[in-house]
């Protein structure tokens, strides 16, 4: 209400006329202010409460004090109230709001804590009377207390309430909500006020931006960026636009991309209780959107307002698009540098190559990956633009508006795009011929190698488009020359001096693009022969400078080995004829878990036909073979599976031998799903099955060849496995038998939890499998323990035979035979006597280096052989400089064995020459 618009019922000269000393005490004097104006008795005592309260006033003339705020919010209320019959408390009410505007103070700094409860009420307060006033100047001074709370734009003093409280109270207050509400009502002057607050807000934190987001002010801003918002009728989005301006846009914006980043990074459950924008707000984005694009000195707001819708699109995955006609105009836009926009709204607008349009250029081919997540989108788009100007922008050599850099970043983004779109609309993709595009980058890269980066997205996307196993496009591949590109490719690829994690991608996709090929039409030549082998020889021996091999890419490698070699018998036989099975043993020897999971599975392939037998009964490498290989491996994965193994090695649960601790609990837990099968569940993704399958196919499908193999190189004998080989090898023969036993269990145990009780043959079967299933474990345990048990025999006497042998040997008989041989011949054979002085001689000229004046005397002794030599001068050299008051120092009482060594190392350390007689010592 505006001043002057009260019926006054007081007396002001009477009122005004009455004057007492400030209060001693402004605390109680507040707190006996509120309850007079509070109870029903002394509530039309007007002069009395105008009284006290300028008392009050005048005692507070630098702030309030914190412990004062519950009774201040009171008091404010009442006055509210009042104004509109009492005008003589609007000026007061104007002071206490001035005070307002500065910060509570505290006595003690605990308050800030013991307090917070109130100050948070304190902020909701303030953003309450925003509502509950209508007087512009009411509502200025409480616009201008949350300013000066929040800003602080003078230095604030040691003992009010600081910032970062202020911004904590905030957080937790109603402040964001109310504040929230009142910009969809607000008037303008108000509004843009309040956006200046709110802006303040959002900078706060992100729970800050989430209480506002729940409130809907996005739609609130979008809505209110249009002059004409309340003139619309929202159930009719019109399709014209009568108006040519947008007002509010610059914080707006800020606003806006504060709260869309701070929903950015949270969990889809707080993007599903959040509200998605309207259809009137996302019309007025798209209205906001047509302006700034149609006029050339808005590029930067153009920008912008396509930056926010991005981020919308991306916090609120369910956002309405159908009806605002959006899409529409991003794809005109899209395609607006490759095709042109004659005949649209657009037509007038050119885009050059700055840097703002290419940033643009940027977020439409973003937009149009978000907006084909809906598939009723994509058709809306204009398809039949999106897809030409798509693969114009990646054909090489192409005349195009961009600089080359420019033109290589978006060639990755329309990959991308295409990889997105192409499986809503694949038959558009086929009808503007886009394998053959694709393929034809990929080639332009074969004869001129220029940014790897780009191949690599093209090869991603050709792949993701093979893996939509949509067989019409794979046929247009084959026909379109496809294979012998992709093959030309990888090797192209494949001798570069080093592999980088980028060069490896590309290779991955190649191989997993010609494995799709392979499926959809065989190859039977040779080049995918040479190729693996090709490949396998550069992982098994790399370059020293090559990063580490990204699993995924040798699987994807292997993969087409799988599908292209294994299947095909010419393949087969020329891939075991030139040594490819040796060198896939040798790569499976050195890779990890997943890599050796798809070679046993070819591997396992490949047995199956035979004519590798003998290569795999053959292959050794650093002493290992193929069995005991196999077999530590089937151990590994027992232990990652946690199944339980005694400390011997043995089975230590004849109910589980060869059971995972994951899949006991899936077995055995109460809420298991009778549909599923966690002991089937298991032969997924382990090698223990496969490894299984190449055991069997050895010694029984093709158990002679095995044996030719064995009989001729004696490398596959079971015999020969130690302990431990052999008591896995009992687990792996039998895995077939155990893994039945675990699912017949598993049956058992889902008819009782469900209730169903079969027919007595059928239980009775059911048990008895069960019985011999765990009979069947508990033999295994056993053999294994005999296996313990004979190798303990075995170790024992060869420790026997070994005491008994060095106890049979003479040797000290041999000993003295040897001497008196030695005797014999010094005393009977000349020539003996006579080689050996010659020998000392020589020995004697050649190792020794005799000073002027020194005399040495040659002789032969009985057993020991020194040649005395005298008068020799003997220099000792050393490096190290031995101080000459090193030794003055207090002898210590008790002298340690350290300092005795080092005083003796010192003193056969210190340099001299002496002159002494070396001779030799007689025994």
Request: aromatic share 8%; glycine share 2%.
């Amino acid at each position: 209400m505006e001043s002057g618009d009260y019926s006054c019922r007081c007396d002001p000269i009477r009122i005004a006329s009455v004057r007492r000393c400030q209060p001693d005490n402004p605390h109680a004097s507040l707190k006996k202010l509120v309850e007079l104006m509070e109870h029903p008795l002394s509530a039309d005592l007007y002069d009395r409460h105008l009284m006290i309260l300028n008392d009050f006033i005048d005692a507070c003339k630098t702030a309030f004090w914190v412990k004062d705020l519950p009774f201040i919010m009171r008091l404010l209320e009442l006055l509210i109230e009042r104004i509109n019959t009492i005008c003589l408390f609007k000026k007061p009410l104007e002071q206490l709001l001035a005070l307002c505007a500065v910060p509570p103070i505290l006595t003690c700094s605990t308050e800030a804590f013991t307090f917070s409860r109130d100050v948070q009420e304190y902020f909701s307060f303030l953003g309450f009377l925003l509502i509950k006033t209508q007087d512009k100047t009411l509502q200025d001074l409480t616009y201008r207390a949350l300013q000066e709370l929040l800003e602080r734009k003078i230095s604030e003093e040691k003992c009010c309430l600081t910032l970062k409280t202020c911004f904590n109270a905030v957080e937790e207050s109603q402040l964001p909500n109310i504040l929230s509400q009142i910009l969809g009502i607000a008037e303008e002057d108000l509004y843009e006020k309040l956006l200046k607050i709110v802006l303040i807000l959002v900078n706060i934190s992100p729970a800050v931006c989430h209480k506002m987001m729940r409130e809907k002010i996005i739609d609130y801003l979008l809505i209110r960026l249009d002059p004409l918002w309340r003139t619309r009728n929202q159930a009719e989005i019109p399709d014209t636009f009568e108006n040519s301006t947008v007002q509010y846009f610059e914080i707006t914006s800020k606003i806006l991309w504060s709260l869309l980043n701070a929903c950015k990074h949270e969990s889809g459950k707080f993007r599903k209780d959040v509200p998605s924008p309207s259809i009137q707000a996302l019309w007025t984005l798209r209205y906001v959107s047509r302006i700034f694009t149609t006029n050339k000195r808005n590029e930067l707001n153009r920008n912008q307002i396509m930056a926010i819708f991005l981020q919308c699109v991306n916090c609120f995955p369910k956002i309405e698009l159908s009806k605002t006609g959006l899409r529409r105009d991003i794809g005109i836009l899209s395609s607006a540098t490759e095709i042109g926009t004659g005949g649209t709204w657009a037509s007038q607008v050119k885009f050059t190559s700055n840097e703002v349009d290419y940033e643009f250029k940027k977020m439409l081919l973003l937009a149009l990956c978000y907006c084909s997540k809906q598939p009723e989108s994509v058709t809306a788009m204009h398809p039949k633009r999106i897809i030409p100007a798509l693969l114009k922008i990646i054909t090489p050599d192409a005349k195009t508006v961009w600089h080359p850099q420019q033109h290589n970043k978006l060639m990755s983004l329309a990959l991308h795009t295409l990889q997105v779109i192409v499986p809503v609309i694949p038959a558009d993709f086929l009808y503007f011929n886009g394998p053959l595009k694709l393929l034809m980058l990929i080639d332009y890269f074969n004869v001129e190698m220029c940014d790897v980066q780009v191949l690599q997205d093209c090869l991603k996307a050709l792949n993701s488009i093979c893996l939509l196993e949509n067989r019409v496009i794979l046929e247009n591949l084959l026909v379109n020359n496809a294979y012998t590109i992709l093959y030309n490719t990888c090797q192209n690829l494949l001798p570069s001096i080093v592999l980088k994690l980028t060069i490896q991608r590309c290779l991955a996709y190649s191989f997993s693009i010609l494995e799709q090929l392979c499926r959809t039409e065989r190859v039977c030549d040779s080049s995918a022969v040479h190729l693996c082998l090709k490949f396998m020889k550069r992982i098994i021996n790399p370059n020293p400078e090559d990063p580490l091999f990204d699993p995924k890419f040798l699987i994807c490698a292997l993969n087409f080995l799988w599908e292209s070699i294994v299947w095909t018998n010419k393949s087969l036989k020329l891939f075991v004829s030139i040594g490819g099975v040796y060198k896939l043993l040798d790569l499976f020897q050195g890779s990890c878990f997943p890599v050796k999971l798809v070679m046993l599975g070819a591997l396992a392939d490949m047995c199956y036909e035979g004519s590798c037998i003998p290569h795999l009964i053959t292959w050794r490498k650093k002493g290992m073979k193929l069995l005991p290989m196999l077999l530590e491996l089937f151990r590994e994965e027992n232990i990652k599976l946690s199944v339980k193994t005694a400390a011997n090695g043995t089975i230590e649960d004849i109910e589980a031998p060869i059971m995972g601790q994951q899949q006991w609990y899936e077995t055995f837990y109460e809420n298991k799903d009778p549909n599923s099968s966690p002991a089937i569940v298991d032969l997924l993704g382990s090698c223990r099955p496969k490894i299984y399958a190449i055991i069997q196919l050895l010694n029984n499908r093709h158990e002679i060849r095995a044996d030719i193999a064995n009989e001729q190189y004696c490398l596959y004998d079971t015999n020969s496995l130690n302990v431990e080989d052999q008591m896995t090898l009992l687990l792996a023969e039998n895995f077939l038998a155990l893994k039945l036993g675990e699912a017949w269990v598993e049956l058992n145990r889902d008819f009782e939890k469900t209730g169903i009780r079969p027919l007595a043959v059928d239980g009775e079967v059911i048990s008895l499998l069960i019985h011999r299933f765990h009979k069947w474990a508990l033999h295994i345990k056993t053999v294994q323990e005999a296996l313990l048990k004979k190798d303990a025999e075995n170790e024992n006497a060869k420790e026997s035979l070994l005491y008994n042998t060095i106890k049979e040997t003479k040797l000290i008989e041999s000993l003295k035979a040897l001497q008196a041989l030695d005797f014999i011949a010094r005393t009977t054979e000349r020539m003996f006597r006579l080689v050996c002085k010659m020998k000392q001689t020589s020995e004697l000229e050649s190792s020794l280096k005799f000073t002027e004046g020194a005399e040495h005397h040659r002789t032969c002794l009985y057993k020991i052989k020194v040649n005395p030599v005298f008068n020799q001068e003997v220099s000792i050299q050393s490096n190290i400089i031995i101080d000459p008051n090193e030794r003055n120092f207090d002898i210590c009482p008790v002298s340690s064995d350290s300092e005795s060594s080092t005083d003796q190392n010192a003193a056969e350390e210190k340099p001299e020459s002496v002159s002494s007689d070396v001779s030799a010592t007689k025994t």
